[in-house]
């Protein structure tokens, strides 16, 4: 595709429910990121993909959040239990390689609400 | 204190105006300096990109990184209406840092009047 994309653009669940986020990179972009953003602040990160292997996971919050990305290509971030505080808008971002300082391109964000 | 520190404004500027953006950071690893605009409900876009002290020039933007003090600003010359929007400043250690996670600042919100 022309850019990254992310499904659901919206995402509204009751606190406790399991949710998937899906993420779907630059095509080529070996380099994927989840970030979350909450109201009033800038993206935090949370996990980065190199390939199919989790490079970097220090950004997740707490064991409810997993992402996978089996194949290498799209991603999914899901999140067990949710929680009011789980309510932002996440981000995905991809980048053609981890190289030093590659560029990384935003998709367009989920915004999920814990009820 | 937070690694990158970004005024929130929101700062209000005439049509035609000269703006000034800027980030202070405080971690001496990053190397990497990126400038986002983020409109309401959409992704952050890449504007600027430098790597380590210096200047980037880009049509009507200039990027300055001066490592030696931390501080890092965007400059917009002759800002337009459609440059209302929120802009992050975002800076990485490179691989040093785990594969080039950003950390971003809090944003400026500008709003450019007719």
């Known amino acids: 595709g022309a850019g990254v994309s992310q499904t659901p653009s919206n995402k509204v669940t009751e606190k406790g429910k399991y949710v998937e986020l899906r993420c779907d990179p630059i095509?080529?972009?070996?380099?994927l990121y989840w970030y979350r953003q909450s109201l009033g602040q800038g993206p935090e990160f949370l996990i980065y993909?190199?390939?199919?292997?989790?490079?970097?996971d220090s950004g997740l919050p707490n064991d409810r959040f997993f992402a996978v990305r089996p194949e290498g290509s799209v991603s999914t971030l899901k999140i067990q239990r949710t929680e009011r505080g789980d309510s932002a808008v996440y981000l995905c971002?991809?980048?053609?390689?981890?190289?030093?300082?590659?560029?990384?391109?935003f998709g367009p964000g989920t915004r999920l609400t814990v009820l | 204190q937070k690694e990158v520190e970004q005024d929130p404004g929101p700062l209000s500027v005439p049509e035609g105006a000269i703006v000034s953006l800027n980030c202070t950071y405080s971690?001496?690893?990053?190397?990497?300096f990126m400038w986002y605009r983020q409109y309401s409900r959409k992704g952050p876009e890449l504007l600027m990109y430098?790597?380590?002290?210096g200047n980037k020039e880009d049509g009507r933007f200039t990027a300055q990184v001066d490592k030696s003090s931390k501080y890092i600003s965007l400059f917009i010359r002759d800002s337009q209406p459609s440059d209302s929007a929120t802009y992050l400043c975002?800076?990485?250690?490179?691989?040093?840092?785990?594969?080039?996670?950003?950390?971003f600042g809090t944003g400026t919100q500008l709003k450019v009047e007719l």
């Open positions: 971002a991809s980048s053609l390689r981890s190289l030093a300082g590659g560029e990384q391109f």
């Open positions: 095509s080529g972009h070996t380099a």
């Open positions: 993909f190199q390939g199919t292997g989790a490079a970097d």
């Open positions: 971690n001496s690893a990053f190397q990497y």
């Open positions: 430098t790597y380590s002290s």
């Open positions: 975002a800076m990485s250690a490179g691989l040093t840092g785990g594969g080039n996670k950003l950390t």
